[in-house]
Nanobody
């Protein structure tokens, strides 16, 4: 049973930073990609970033490039999303997700419970 547990959300002013963490357990993730997906109120879920567990290949949506950094710690089975220069439009529930292979979409098989990120202007 795959379990993904996010932490690190909160309220921050525009221009501030937050770091999200996702602790993964339940299987060997070497063939998996770990993604961060977000959903703002009244909007569809959207892909934010992903990293492949084995090779560390990284993908971002254009609007977060240069501001967000995804990383992984294989020893801790944990994925991080460092978010800098946050904007009000980054406000959303952020989900950690996992799937075999990689997708720069929201098509993931396993999901965490989500963590709220609110950026005030």
């Amino acid at each position: 049973q795959v379990q993904l547990v996010e932490s690190g959300g909160g309220l921050v002013q525009a221009g501030g930073s937050l770091r999200l963490s996702c602790a993964a357990s339940g299987r060997t993730f070497s063939s998996y990609a770990m993604g961060w997906i977000r959903q703002a109120p009244g909007k569809e879920r959207e892909f934010v970033a992903a990293v492949t567990w084995s090779s560390g290949r990284i993908y971002y949506r254009d609007s977060v490039k240069g501001r967000f950094t995804i990383s992984r710690d294989n020893a801790k089975n944990t994925v991080y999303l460092q978010m800098n220069s946050l904007k009000p439009e980054d406000t959303a529930v952020y989900y950690c997700a996992a799937r075999v292979g990689v997708a720069v979409t929201t098509d993931y098989d396993y999901w965490g419970q989500g963590t709220q990120v609110t950026v005030s202007s």
